[in-house]
Every structure is written in structure tokens, then in C-alpha cells.
């Protein structure tokens, strides 16, 4: 893909936000500076969801989020209102991804996702230590997760995201997604139970 062009922002104004909504009418009748209100407001959800999928290199993502936000842009016409806009554009962003991983699978390998975790200082060295072996035990349990379950719970548990529009976003059923919910929790827990002498 090419260069990240960044969307230009909107002046602050004194009036309230327009709703998402708004903001997709005014993309439909081609007004850019309601893509780059759009971006500003959920762009970086967008980025920290395509940093997890199983599968795209990091160096991709800039381009996935950009590619993202010229679709929604092409496609504004075409929101129904089935679920949030916040939702719709993180479908499109899965469904691109999906199609590009689909595409980069043969030549690349596949790429863990890194858990983001706040940084504090741990009083003692083998405190420090032992939370850093659990961050290190996480992500590859994370990552060893299948495709389908860890996108699930990144969605769900760390993007915070509501199951029914991730059972949307994912064209899934919201009982099939509870299930692969329960499926990787189980998963997660078991893979960092603490382990007995070998």
C-alpha cells in the first residue's frame, strides 16, 4: 500500500459535536472534513484492533486505517443503521484486513499481537520480574489463541465493545460469539495457570 496521507482536522467550533451519524450523511454528499471528524473519533480504536489480528505486519496497519477511512468514505452512502457507526467502520476495517491477510499470508509470517499494558514500577526487582513474565506469558497466549477467538476477545474484553455489535462487526451469531468468548477465557486461564515442578 502507499504513504499514510493524515485527514485534515476539523477547526474547533463552538457548537456541539455532530453525531456519527451526521457525520456519515455529510461523507455521503462528499464533505472530507466530516471523514476527518470521523477519524479523530475512532480512528485509534480502529488502529488498536487491526494491531491485533492475527496476521498483519506491523508495518501494515498505517495503510489498513487509512484504507479503512477511504471505505468508509466510498461507502457512507450505503450505512443502514443496523449497528453503531463506530461498529460499522470497525467492520469494514475487519473485512479489509480479512481480505489482506487473506492476500499476505503466503508470503509473511504470521505476527503476534502484543497486549498493551501499562508500565509501573514494581517495588522489589523480583516483583518487577515476575509481572514481566506474566505480560511475556499473556501475549503468547493471546497469540496462540485461533484467529476467530482472539479477535473476539480483543473486541469484547479489551476494546470493551458491546457483544451484539461485535457479533455484527464479526457476522456472527451473539450466541456463537459468547461461545468463542467462554471458549477463549477458558483457553487464557489455562495457559496461565501457575505451572507444578516439571
Known sequence: MGKLVPFRRREAGAGAAPADEVLLRACASGDASALADLFERHGDRVYRVLARIRGVDRRDWDDL??????????????????????????????????HHVRGEVRRRALQAAAIE??????????????RQQLMVRLEAALAALPPDLQLAFSMCELEGMKGVEVARVLGMREGTLWRKLHEARSLLREALEPRGPA
Open 117 to 130: 499494558a501499562e508500565t509501573r514500577a514494581a517495588s522489589r526487582p523480583d516483583e518487577e520480574a515476575a
Open 65 to 98: 486505517l487509512q484504507a479503512t477511512f477511504i471505505e468508509v468514505y466510498r461507502s457512507a452512502a450505503r450505512y443502514e443503521s443496523r449497528a453503531s457507526v463506530g461498529a460499522w467502520i470497525l467492520g469494514i476495517a475487519v473485512n479489509l484486513t480479512r
